[in-house]
């Protein structure tokens, strides 16, 4: 990636004002996680690699990232929040990123609790880590992972057994895209959601992403283990749980889980 393209199209005050950048990394959500004990990272520290070897997916999936081709971006912020209200941050994440796929006429679905999703298939996901005491955040690392320029022969080939499940910018808009371009459009959306944070607090993104919420109101059926909870789609809440009205009408508290439909 062409660095000073992309800070060259980066429009913030806080978010990405430091730019950490890497040919190749195990994760940048591990890196960042890790020397961010001995580094004093400024709140907004971005860190982007061109590629990771052991990219991370939620519930220890693998994030496939090949080199030149996608983004693979983590952020610093230092919120001051508790820890059970951090799952805010990946609702904050899924609206820049629903905004910025708009901005390239994608038409996105975002999905509970991470899923950025066109037509069912997977565009770009969101992994939100956080290091605190005491009842304290000391950091939180949003790891947003997206398909940019990846083909659908690459998908096809180095993805076979979830092939038909994966896309890209490249395959939805039959040309590439660029990554510099992109990645700052990103990056300034997620500025103009954070500063909404700290002036609004987390029920103001909370009402931002449930209106981009795609299921909202709609039958769905979330599988949590063995566990399956069927209903229909009412709200999450500032913890990040979600609550499903089952057939009885009552309401269902569901914690975790991926939705199958
Ligand atoms: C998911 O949908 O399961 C979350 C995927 C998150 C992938 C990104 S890529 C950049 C960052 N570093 C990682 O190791 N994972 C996240």
């Known amino acids: 990636m062409n660095l000073s393209e992309l800070k060259k199209n980066i429009k913030t005050s806080i978010v990405g004002r430091d730019i950490l950048y890497f040919d190749e990394l195990e994760s940048t959500n591990s890196y960042l996680y ?7 990272y400024k709140d907004g520290t971005v860190l982007i690699s061109d590629s990771q070897s052991k990219g991370k997916g939620r519930l220890k999936r ?9 983004l693979y971006m983590s952020l610093l912020l230092r919120p001051g929040i508790k ?5 805010i941050f990946t609702f904050l994440a899924s609206c820049a990123l629903k905004d910025t796929f708009d901005h390239y006429g994608v038409d996105c679905e975002i999905k509970w609790p991470n899923d950025i999703l066109v037509e069912n298939k997977k565009i770009a996901g969101v992994l939100t880590e956080l290091r605190y005491s005491a009842n304290k955040v000391k950091y939180i690392i949003i790891g947003i992972g997206v398909n940019i320029n990846m083909s659908r022969d690459f998908i096809r080939k180095s993805m076979s057994s979830i092939h038909g499940k994966v896309t890209s910018m490249e395959c939805e808009l039959g040309a590439s895209v660029e990554r510099e371009l992109f990645s700052a459009e990103l990056i300034n959306n997620i500025e103009r959601f954070y500063l909404k944070f700290l002036n609004h607090g987390n029920k103001a993104i909370l009402s931002d992403w449930t209106k981009r919420w795609h299921s909202k109101g709609k039958k769905i059926e979330v599988r949590d283990g063995n ?3 069927k209903g229909v789609a009412d709200s999450v809440d500032e913890n990040g749980f979600l609550y499903i009205r089952n057939a009885n009408g009552d309401l269902v508290k569901v914690v975790t889980g991926d939705i199958i439909f």
Do not use: F, M, R, V
């Open 34 to 40: 890790e020397s961010a004990l001995e580094n004093d």
């Open 83 to 87: 820890p059970e209200h951090a799952s």
């Open 227 to 229: 566990k399956i909870y």
């Open 62 to 70: 693998t994030w496939i990232s090949p080199k030149g081709a996608n």
